[in-house]
């Protein structure tokens, strides 16, 4: 088996996975675009002044400003959905339906669809190479150089994947897009953050949240947290140089002697490790010196 690429290579290159994990919740009606808006943190109204597919990245709260869920927002023609954790679609489903009073709105879940990711800097040009360009909303997940959202139908799914792979993006497996997200310091839903998290413990702040646009659920709290400044506690980046392999998710991060947090998610390449780790957010300093395990590491930033 061939190693995972690297971050350069996908700079260089693109990489291609389907998210198994979520579900299609369909939205339509003449007001599902301002509807949705006040639904999740990002700006879904922005979508409309786009031509095309287009795609945003935003979270689903509840009124105390904790996660229901992350979820990926594409506009196509008159279609619009919003792809969320399918463990969590009764809950934000449940939430979504007591919100909808005199808009003209409705909401289904769609089955018949499934979400291909291409990410990397040539991500654009092997969409276009494969001839799926038409209907490819551009979001950059990974923050390496672009990115490419796709709706296909399920039927087509193995179909669309080859073409893409031909046209020469690397084909991943959970594992190396997990691994991938951790190299990159990005929060996954389900692994780094959950229910109990707020936006900025998580660091979504930087790219699931619009400060500029009106009301939402959820919205008092995240903006209290922002401008005070205050989370207990936040997901950081770590690096180990040796003794990779016996860092592992769940293990106890410790300073000088004591418990700051835990490591959520680890990616292991060449006897090194990186990891994400949920700590206090008053210990997170870039170049702290940190023990996980027996293996002596440094905090290189706060996640985003």
Known sequence: MSAPPT????RAGAVLWHEASRARIAA???DRLPWLNGA????????????????A????????GKLLGDAFVIADRDALGAWVPAASVPTIREQWEKYIVMEDVELALDDARRLLVVQGGRARAIVEAAGLAAHAASLDELGLGGGSLLEVEAASLADVTARLASAGAIALDEEAVGALHVEVGRARWGVDVDETSYVQEGGLERRAV???????VGQEVVVMLQMRGRVHR??????????????TAGAEVELDGASIGKVTSVAHRGGRAVALAMLKSAMIATGKQIVVAGVTGEITGEAG
Do not use: H, I, W
């Not at 619009?210 to 939402?216: A, H, I, Q, R, T």
């Not at 936040?234 to 860092?247: D, H």
């Open 28 to 30: 339509s009606g003449a």
């Open 210 to 216: 619009s400060f500029n646009k009106g009301c939402y």
């Open 40 to 55: 999740m943190s990002c700006d879904v109204n922005a979508l409309a002044e786009r031509s095309g597919a287009r795609a």
């Open 7 to 10: 971050l350069d290579d996908v």
């Open 234 to 247: 936040k997901l950081a980046r770590l690096q180990f140089a040796e003794g990779g392999p016996r860092v």
């Open 57 to 64: 990245y935003g979270c689903v709260l509840t009124v105390k």
